[in-house]
């Protein structure tokens, strides 16, 4: 069952998962929406999902408080197309053994808009995972700046904690800062990071005008790619759908010729 909300304004949600539960959870920050104070609870042996998706048409605040307890799993997916501002703080507890996270977040950056995110998964318990993977389209203009720091604390043997960000930036005047953190303090551990930024591939915008397409379609198509691994976390179908078309519409709308 996929539990849904509407935020509103400035608001707070306190959520707990119970021992053994499995929950679904569909967050959307409404147009008026211009803070969310999520505050969750993974309790022992429970799966979670999470998606959060942003409507708001003013400046919002996202921030997002997670504690893991032992042998849990939870998903994030993140989704802001919105041409408008969002300041988002993000901080994971794996607190105890067995706990395992992933976020993935896509972000469409416009014309003078800023996005901004400070991004943390912290390991304080030792076989703990870790997964973060942040994905951002810059148009003309656009800015984007992203922390995400991996956090091995001492003691925490056999954790693994991966993150990967890729931006694409089209057309002038973008600026884009990503800093990319591991903060390691035990030795037996796996951990790695991966960042690319950069203008379109040459050879894939080659090949798929090859078959056909124009300048602007090619681009708009490889701006899709970038945001279809965090949609496809949607469990309800027809707004899995309604999201892709929202997605076209927008990267074709503002792609370059």
């Keep these: 069952m996929l539990n849904r909300f509407d935020v509103h304004n400035s608001e707070t949600l306190n959520i707990q998962i119970d021992r053994h539960d499995q929950k679904s959870y569909l967050i959307e ?4 929406c211009t803070k969310l104070d999520l505050r969750v609870e993974c309790l022992e042996n ?18 997002i408080n997670m504690v893991l307890k032992q ?15 969002l300041k988002w ?15 993935l977040s896509g972000q469409l950056c416009q014309e003078h808009i800023e996005k901004v995110c ?3 998964v912290r390991h304080n318990a030792p076989h703990t995972n870790g997964q973060m993977k942040n994905f951002a389209v810059l148009f003309d203009h656009g800015q984007y700046q992203m922390v995400a720091n991996g956090n091995i604390k001492k003691g925490c043997f056999d954790a693994q904690s991966h993150q990967a960000t890729r931006v694409l930036t089209l057309g002038q005047g973008h600026k884009t800062k990503v800093i990319p953190l591991l903060l390691i303090d035990e030795n037996d551990v796996k951990a790695s990071h991966a960042l690319t930024i ?10 798929l005008q090859s078959r056909g397409l124009s300048t602007k379609q090619a681009v708009g198509l490889l701006s899709v ?10 469990e309800d179908e027809e707004l899995k759908n309604s999201l892709r078309q929202e997605m076209e519409s927008k990267v074709g709308l503002y792609g370059h010729q």
């Design 225 to 234: 790619g970038y945001f279809l691994p965090v949609i496809d976390l949607v």
């Design 29 to 32: 920050l409404s147009k008026d």
């Design 118 to 120: 400070d991004m943390e």
């Design 89 to 103: 703080n993000h901080y994971v507890d794996l607190k105890e053994p067995g706990a395992e996270y992933e976020i």
């Design 198 to 207: 950069g203008q379109p591939d040459a050879d894939q915008l080659y090949y």
């Design 71 to 85: 042998d849990t799993n939870c998903q994030m997916g993140v989704l802001d197309l919105e041409k408008s501002p």
């Design 46 to 63: 429970s799966f979670s999902k999470f998606f959060i998706l942003n409507h708001a048409e003013n400046a919002c605040e996202l921030n």
